[in-house]
């Protein structure tokens, strides 16, 4: 092993662990709190946090051992199997995301018929067509035989070995990825863009308030107009910084894997190996990356999370006293004997 495959192994077994610990953290926070399971985007965000955790226990480990033999790790069955999850979890993952888009479309565009238009069952209906939707291509990829240990990403993925089904596979793979990462994106777009605009459509009328307010009261301190400006700016800039984040990390993550399987597939230029497995960490970071973009650091869960830890703190410390104290009873006993 080369000093490339040591540091990309290094990379896949810190995306493991720090994806491992924020999923884990993510699920716990939807258990501990009644809060967060009573709302609807909470079931998109548990499925997401599925398709990541299964992600990181099942395909992380077989690139990594892929990354270090050079080879494909354990039989045929085993590397269909998860070649059949990685394309199924991967595009459950990117319809999860444009899930919580829409029902971040309706709260913020349609606030007053939210509820009846985004209510449980219909959440349960969208995460039914997302799991329908993952399930058909990995489906039609198994049965066609077109599931592989692929050694330019050191993966058992998407992967056709049969040069008379070159044209086919090419078209399989080119309508994939325009009804998983394209379709994806479009609606991300769409609907984070009309956020956006309904966002700042508020910030003006706000702004206009502030100012009017500022206006009347001739004899504000300096230091407090100063800060109610700079309020404003950070209000201004608070929606675009998130619409920012949800569409960024998304292309960010998936845009160069996906790019790389379809320069792979037109011949049109040679990929490199160590950018071929690059380009697949990123992919995987994006379960690394949404714990922190769509929970952990929202009030709601980072509130929760800290009182899992407080509680878990409190607990051990009490544990440890209570030990403490029986040591030390135990040493006077002894004393007085």
């Known amino acids: 092993t080369g000093g490339g495959e040591v540091i990309l192994a290094f990379v896949v077994v810190v995306l493991m662990l720090v994806a491992l610990l924020a999923n884990v953290l993510v699920l716990m926070c939807f258990?501990?709190?009644?809060?967060?399971?009573k709302q609807v985007p909470g079931l998109f965000i548990l499925n997401l946090t599925f398709c990541n955790l299964l992600m990181t226990v099942l395909n992380m480990p077989l690139t990594l051992a892929g990354i270090i033999y050079k080879s494909q790790p354990g039989g045929d069955q085993i590397c269909h199997i998860?070649?059949?999850?990685?394309t199924f979890l991967t595009t459950n993952s990117m319809l999860s995301m444009a899930a919580l888009s829409i029902d971040r479309w309706i709260a913020v565009v349609f606030p007053l018929s939210y509820h009846s238009k985004m209510r449980?069952?219909?959440?349960?209906l969208i995460l039914s067509y997302t799991w329908l939707h993952s399930a058909s291509f990995p489906i039609v990829a198994a049965s066609l035989s077109w599931v592989g240990f692929h050694h330019l990403y050191a993966s058992c993925t998407l992967y056709n070995k049969k040069p008379e089904d070159r044209t086919q596979f090419v078209i399989f793979t080119g309508v994939f990825h325009t009804l998983s990462f394209l379709l994806s994106l479009i609606v991300l777009c769409f609907t984070y863009l009309k956020v956006l605009k309904v966002a700042r459509f508020h910030c003006k009328r706000i702004d206009v308030i502030t100012m009017q307010t500022l206006v009347l009261l001739v004899d504000i301190h300096p230091s407090v107009r100063e800060r109610c400006l700079e309020e404003q700016k950070r209000r201004r800039q608070r929606a675009t910084k998130k619409i920012s984040t949800f569409i960024g990390t998304f292309i960010l993550c998936f845009a160069p894997y996906v790019i790389t399987r379809l320069v792979e597939l037109s011949s049109v230029a040679h990929i490199n190996s160590h950018w071929g497995i690059i380009s697949k960490c990123l992919a995987y970071s994006k379960a690394v990356s949404d714990p922190f973009v769509y929970s952990l650091l929202r009030?709601?869960?980072?509130?929760?999370?800290?009182?899992?830890?407080?509680?878990?703190?409190?607990?051990?410390?009490?544990?440890?006293?209570?030990?403490?104290?029986?040591?030390h009873n135990r040493n006077i006993l002894q004393l007085n004997e």
Do not use: C, M, P
């Open 31 to 37: 258990l501990y709190s009644a809060d967060i399971r």
């Open 82 to 86: 998860v070649g059949f999850l990685e």
């Open 120 to 124: 449980y069952r219909d959440a349960a």
């Open 299 to 327: 009030h709601q869960y980072k509130k929760t999370w800290k009182d899992i830890i407080n509680k878990i703190l409190k607990r051990s410390s009490i544990n440890s006293s209570a030990l403490t104290s029986e040591s």
